[in-house]
């Protein structure tokens, strides 16, 4: 089982629309999770942290995130062309020293 | 906000040749450095964690004597792909962590990757 799985996609949500991605990780044990946007052929970038049970909003995404299920997820309202790009979930343990460690990533596709 | 460089950003080289690469923290001191490696529609994989002034942590599966990490001060940290052959070709990015970030965020800073291209 990997550690950090997600849906490879690629996920297709209309311009407008509200794309919805999801996240499981195995170890019961992680505190800090992740929400990375990567576009094609540039780096990660950070767009959502969440620690916390429940919701955390930022303008148009939502993370939420559900300990006991082991699931977190992502909302990104609005949908815009610009969207487009892979999300990569990741999620780090208890210390501060842990690694984080990277979900496989979500190809998210906005139609106009 | 925190912005790590690394240069050069591509970089093509022969079969056998060695190149190196170097990421920088700009605007804040780096603590620990991360060192990862992508394929084509792949995840990152962690390949190393560096902290100043001590010896690189490998992943398993990683050969320390081919991927070299040198993590001189707190703000620079190297890897040199030793002997590079084809299979080494892939998008190399580093990140950094500052000193004293808060916790539990230790938000890490993605620099804007090495693409390698080995002939």
């Known amino acids: 089982q990997k550690e950090v799985e997600q849906n490879s996609g690629p996920l297709s949500v209309p311009e407008g629309a509200i794309a919805s991605l999801n996240c499981t990780y195995s170890d019961r044990g992680s505190q800090s999770f992740f929400w990375y946007r990567q576009y094609s052929g540039k780096s990660p970038e950070l767009i959502m942290f969440i620690y916390s049970n429940g919701d955390k909003e930022d303008g148009r995404f939502t993370a939420q995130l559900n300990k006991a299920s082991q699931y977190v997820s992502l909302l990104i309202r609005d949908s815009q062309p610009s969207d487009s790009a892979t999300y990569l979930c990741a999620v780090r343990g208890y210390s501060s020293a842990s690694k984080i460690i990277f979900g496989s990533g979500t190809r998210l596709s906005i139609r106009p | 906000g925190a912005v790590v460089s690394q240069h050069p950003s591509r970089v093509i080289c022969k079969s056998g040749t060695s190149v190196k690469i170097e990421c920088r923290s700009l605007d804040f001191q780096a603590t620990t450095m991360f060192w990862y490696r992508q394929f084509p529609k792949q995840s990152l994989m962690l390949m190393a964690t560096?902290?100043?002034?001590?010896?690189?942590?490998?992943e398993q599966g990683v050969e320390k004597d081919k991927f070299l990490i040198n993590h001189a001060s707190l703000t620079l940290s190297t890897l040199t792909v030793t002997s590079a052959h084809p299979e080494d070709s892939s998008f190399y990015i580093c990140?950094?962590?500052?000193?004293?970030?808060?916790?539990?965020?230790?938000?890490?800073?993605f620099g804007p990757g090495t693409r390698l291209t080995v002939l």
């Open positions: 560096s902290n100043e002034g001590s010896k690189a942590t490998y």
């Open positions: 990140s950094a962590r500052q000193i004293g970030a808060d916790f539990p965020r230790n938000e890490q800073f």
